[in-house]
């Protein structure tokens, strides 16, 4: 999430840019407008600690990489997935047809308005039909 604490977004044009996973690491961080410490105020180690600021350097130079859980607490804390698309494109994906899964409130969501709409156009029929009747 960016400073705000919106989501925010990254083309793939700017992940397919990045030459490294590092670079990938620096990309996510740079979109959401966040320092490395503000990012690292986020992220732990197995022993709960929050990784300090020689961790992020030897991510983003490659000396190190972090694990499973310090990666998804990279992204959230920056609102996108860089690093994963990244991994994705260097491993030959095209991540331009990727796409996420429906959440369960973004089905409910596209229901409510499925439904809003189909109300909408039946509606629409009875004031049309209403209209007619009064005209004859």
Same mark, same amino acid.
């Given at each position: 999430?960016?400073q705000l604490g919106f989501p925010?977004?990254?083309?793939?044009?700017?992940?397919?840019?990045?030459?490294?996973?590092?670079?990938?690491?620096?990309?996510?961080?740079?979109?959401?407008?966040?320092?490395?410490?503000?990012?690292?105020?986020?992220?732990?180690?197995?022993?709960?600690?929050?990784?300090?600021?020689?961790?992020?350097?030897?991510?983003?130079?490659?000396?190190?990489?972090?694990?499973?859980?310090?990666?998804?607490?990279?992204?959230?804390?920056?609102?996108?997935?860089?690093?994963?698309?990244?991994?994705?494109?260097?491993?030959?994906?095209?991540?331009? +047809?990727? $796409?996420?899964? =429906?959440?369960? /409130?973004?089905? %409910? &969501? !596209?229901? @409510?308005?499925?439904?809003?709409?189909?109300?909408? +156009?039946? $509606?629409?029929? =009875?004031?049309? /039909?209403?209209? %007619? &009747? !009064?005209? @004859?």
């Amino acid at each position: 999430m960016n400073q705000l604490g919106f989501p925010t977004q990254v083309t793939h044009t700017e992940i397919t840019r990045c030459a490294s996973f590092g670079e990938a690491m620096e990309l996510c961080r740079k979109v959401a407008g966040l320092e490395p410490k503000q990012v690292l105020d986020h992220v732990h180690t197995s022993e709960g600690k929050t990784v300090d600021k020689s961790g992020w350097t030897n991510w983003k130079d490659g000396a190190a990489a972090p694990k499973w859980p310090q990666l998804v607490e990279v992204m959230d804390a920056c609102g996108n997935d860089a690093p994963l698309l990244w991994q994705l494109h260097d491993r030959g994906y095209d991540i331009a +047809s990727l $796409r996420r899964k =429906e959440t369960e /409130l973004e089905k %409910e &969501l !596209r229901i @409510a308005r499925e439904e809003l709409a189909r109300e909408r +156009s039946e $509606r629409a029929i =009875e004031r049309r /039909l209403f209209t %007619e &009747l !009064r005209a @004859a």
